[in-house]
């Protein structure tokens, strides 16, 4: 576990503040994540009072038009939740360039359908590692994966998402038929509601991992279909749907975090690697308050795998 210091949860508010006064530097490395190996780290933003200063040194951190978007924002929830989720893009990535990168040095482009990708300066005295990340957040929790070359996407959703229509509605708006008979069988609405989660956030961390998004890959043209003991969920794509573009070779995990969050994690299987074994996902989770405190949490009652990890 890493540390830049140990504080107490009641002592947020002081270290905050004496955290300002020290010059932001790349943090202590991080070792990088194995061939399939997904490292995950996350803010809860209630951690971090509204009115902290700390805000303000995380804003320092941004480049002129993340902070442009930030202030085009209404109200001081999404403004707050906005900086805090580019800090955690940029300190989380910051950890895995041998100790050698600012995380506020970092310079983003974004892909032919949007996604962000890290962009290195030519000229970078550093090891350029090959890092691929994602982000997704919900007003109570901000989460970044990171894996090694290949592609992956994570969606975060809260347990308790209500909708505004039933949830069969939304199923038959943007799920494929299987899906949505798959829903309608289940007789329990507790149990149907928990189920639409999960399949929405699986779906949602494909078109991520793809680097497609909801709107260049939508949901009705692809099926989530879970194994009847639901260890490890596979995707197959509709044959009478227009998949150009779209993977069917992709592994999830699906998890739980603080009994609050569901979380996916998609990214591809390596066509190199036969053994099924070895091909399997493997998992890190850290909670974190950037530049003040990290804990991993694996393997602790704060992570519940539901399913797809070795």
Not at 193 to 207: G, N, S
Not at 241 to 259: K, R, Y
Request: aromatic letters at 8%.
């Amino acid at each position: 576990m890493l540390r830049l210091f140990r504080i107490r949860r009641d002592m947020l508010g002081s270290a905050v503040s004496r955290r300002l006064y020290t010059t932001c530097s790349p943090l202590p490395p991080t070792p990088l994540p194995h061939r399939r190996e997904v490292h995950l780290w996350y803010i809860q933003p209630e951690e971090i009072n509204d009115s902290s200063s700390q805000l303000k040194h995380y804003m320092d951190l941004l480049s002129p038009s993340e902070k442009r978007d930030v202030s085009s924002l209404s109200g001081e929830r999404l403004q707050k939740n906005a900086i805090l989720a580019r800090t955690l893009t940029r300190t989380t990535l910051s950890r895995y360039c041998d100790g050698r990168v600012d995380p506020g040095s970092i310079k983003f482009r974004k892909g032919l359908y949007g996604k962000p990708e890290i962009m290195w300066q030519d000229g970078d005295n550093i090891i350029k590692p090959p890092l691929q990340f994602n982000l997704s957040h919900t007003s109570s929790l901000i989460a970044c994966a990171v894996a090694l070359e290949t592609p992956i996407g994570i969606d975060v959703e809260e347990k308790k998402r209500q909708t505004v229509k039933s949830v069969l509605a939304v199923a038959r708006r943007y799920f494929t038929v299987s899906e949505v008979e798959y829903l309608a069988a289940i007789p329990y609405p507790d149990i149907q509601r928990k189920e639409f989660i999960q399949l929405w956030t699986l779906k949602e961390a494909y078109v991520k991992a793809i680097g497609r998004g909801f709107s260049g890959a939508p949901f009705k043209n692809f099926t989530i279909v879970m194994g009847s003991d639901k260890r490890a969920p596979k995707m197959h794509i509709e044959a009478d749907s227009d998949c150009e573009g779209l993977a069917d070779n992709c592994q999830f995990a699906l998890m739980e975090l603080d009994s609050s969050h569901v979380v996916a994690v998609c990214m591809e299987r390596d066509q190199e690697i036969s053994d099924d074994e070895k091909n399997s996902l493997r998992l890190k989770v850290w909670r974190t308050i950037p530049l003040i405190e990290d804990e991993l949490v694996s393997g602790t009652e704060t992570v519940n795998y539901i399913c797809g990890l070795s």
